[in-house]
């Protein structure tokens, strides 16, 4: 799973992606009902919650200001992000959680912009058999607005799960 950066309330503060941020609620939630985590809820790291067949990282490694990372700081931190797609193995899924990380990824695998269009439920063929999969990012705008609801996250993380399944 690729996120936008991290929280400043969320894994800035306590060193776990999406722990103590709205974003986390929805996203431990889904991954608990869809079996990628034995835990519903994220308190702190230490509370027991371990992810299974998943793994989560972000497009950028440092707190961007105002939360949204400029082009640039993607590129900078995209090195990282090559490392960790590369360790995946064959058949892998990637969910995006938003545009900036769809195009990150992208990045990450050099492959163009266009080579997929970021649309919330798309799923792309990359290279070496890995699948990305787009979701809107569970920010609280998005779920506060209903632009991502939670039966619309659980069908992207249950696509995930059927996939892993082969």
Not at 37 to 58: F, H, K, W
Not at 88 to 111: F, K, Q, W, Y
Not at 141 to 150: F, Q, V
Request: charged share 20%; with cysteine; hydrophobic share 40%.
């Amino acid at each position: 799973m690729v996120g936008l950066a991290p929280g400043l309330h969320g894994a800035n503060r306590t060193g776990r992606p999406f722990t103590g941020d709205h974003a986390g609620i929805l996203l431990y939630r889904t991954l608990h009902e869809t079996g990628f985590a034995t835990r519903a809820e994220s308190v702190a790291p230490g509370d027991g919650l371990r992810l299974v067949d998943c793994r989560i990282s972000n497009a950028v490694k440092c707190l961007p200001p105002g939360n949204k990372p400029l082009p640039d700081e993607v590129r900078r931190c995209n090195r990282y992000l090559v490392r960790e797609i590369g360790a995946l193995a064959p058949g892998a899924v990637i969910v995006a959680l938003g545009g900036v990380a769809h195009g990150a990824v992208l990045e990450a695998l050099s492959l163009k912009p266009g080579a997929g269009r970021f649309s919330h439920g798309a799923e792309h063929r990359l290279p070496g058999g890995l699948t990305l999969l787009d979701s809107y990012h569970c920010s609280r705008l998005n779920t506060n607005t209903g632009r991502l609801t939670p039966a619309m996250f659980s069908r992207v993380m249950a696509r995930a799960r059927h996939l892993i399944a082969g």
